[in-house]
């Protein structure tokens, strides 16, 4: 696709349920990153993925956190038992060197009840 | 782990005015200082970036300043216009970094006044 794209654009959900958030990058680009952005806040790194693989899982907050990337595409990040302090906007992007520059997705915007 | 502290939070200024954002960060050894723009409901978007070797950088009416020894870098827009309104995010990767991740700091909201 032209850019990187994510789904769903915004997702309501009740304490303790489990999310899916899915990330679609820029076709070929090997490196894709997820970010967590609270209101009002920068973003907060939370796993880098080069190619299927995730050398970097440093800033997931809790074992409540996983992600995955599958054919070195498309990725999804998981949120187990949603707690309301998970609430943000998860933004992922891709890019086609590993120290390259990133482009953003437009986030999914994650509201726990 | 690296820090950035960004200022001002919020900053207004008149349409065709300057206006200038300043980033500190922690770790001596970060060798890239990207700048984003957010557009409400959008993700960042790179509007320009320095590496450490590197003091200043211009593209068109945005430049980027880089203090080594100070360690803070800034972000000047000039001849401002409305739509340049958005947040601003500088971050710095640190060194060493082989996952290209970023630390950012905590934004700035821009508003030029038409």
């Known amino acids: 696709g032209a850019g990187v794209s994510q789904s769903p654009s915004n997702k309501v959900t009740e304490k303790g349920k489990d999310v899916e958030l899915r990330c679609d990058p820029i076709?070929?680009?090997?490196?894709l990153y997820w970010y967590r952005q609270r209101l009002g806040q920068g973003l907060e790194f939370l796993i880098y993925?080069?190619?299927?693989?995730?050398?970097?899982k440093s800033g997931l907050p809790s074992d409540r956190f996983s992600a995955e990337r599958t054919g070195e595409s498309v990725s999804t990040l998981t949120i187990q038992r949603t707690q309301q302090e998970d609430s943000a906007v998860y933004l992922c992007?891709?890019?086609?060197?590993?120290?390259?520059?990133?482009?953003f997705g437009p986030g999914t915007r994650l509201t726990v009840l | 782990g690296e820090n950035v502290e960004q200022h001002p939070s919020t900053l207004s200024v008149q349409e065709g005015d300057s206006a200038v954002i300043k980033c500190t960060y922690s770790d001596s050894a970060s060798n890239y200082f990207p700048w984003y723009k957010q557009e409400l409901g959008k993700g960042p978007q790179l509007i320009i970036d320095i590496r450490s070797n590197v003091g200043e950088k211009k593209d068109q009416r945005i430049a980027v300043t880089l203090n080594k020894t100070a360690k803070h870098f800034s972000l000047h827009i000039t001849e401002t216009q409305p739509e340049d309104s958005a947040v601003y995010f500088c971050a710095a990767r640190p060194f060493p970094s082989n996952t290209g991740k970023l630390i950012f700091g905590q934004g700035t909201t821009l508003q030029v006044k038409p």
């Open positions: 992007a891709s890019s086609s060197q590993v120290l390259g520059t990133g482009f």
């Open positions: 993925f080069q190619g299927n693989s995730a050398p970097d």
């Open positions: 076709s070929g680009h090997t490196a």
